[in-house]
């Protein structure tokens, strides 16, 4: 039997790190749901895997980098936005519970609790003038890229 050895950059290892933990959990949510439901079907399975992050588009003109994330059933108060120096921008939250715990939960295909996702923006961008907005459940962050730099021409006298 030989033994392989191979270098992997860390960075790769932790986006299969990520992706390892993320496929336990999913696997874990699966058969935890089947073993609640002794009526086993697709519907029920493929909710209990359903992805927990939220969906984004990500868009851009000559003048801007556009974030559009869907939160439904999100206040705007429960939203946070920040961006970090190497243009990573982070929206996170939480999406509360719309009734009592009291309650018995027939079925339950909705996410609640604390949220994040992040995006890496490749544009360069003036992060002193993002703005975000927030209607029907959609976030709007606007990411201003800078003014291009046009070579200035100096007129040379010649003596």
Do not use: C, W
């Amino acid at each position: 039997m030989r033994n392989f050895h191979y270098n992997i950059d860390p960075r790769d290892f932790q986006k299969f790190q990520a992706f390892a933990e993320t496929a336990a959990e999913r696997l874990g949510e699966f058969f935890n749901e089947v073993g609640k439901n002794s009526n086993f079907n697709v519907n029920t399975a493929a909710q209990a895997v359903k992805p927990k992050v939220m969906r984004i588009d990500l868009a851009e003109d000559d003048n801007n980098v556009y974030v559009f994330a869907e939160l439904p059933g999100i206040a705007k108060e429960d939203v946070n936005v920040t961006m970090t120096e190497d243009r990573v921008l982070t929206i996170s939250g939480n999406k509360r519970k719309l009734y009592d715990d009291n309650l018995k939960v027939v079925r339950g295909e909705r996410n609640y609790g604390e949220f994040s996702r992040q995006i890496a923006i490749e544009s360069e961008i003036e992060a002193d003038k993002i703005s975000a907005t927030f209607r029907d459940g959609v976030l709007t962050v606007t990411l201003p890229k800078p003014e291009p730099i046009r070579p200035k021409t100096v007129n040379i006298n010649i003596q």
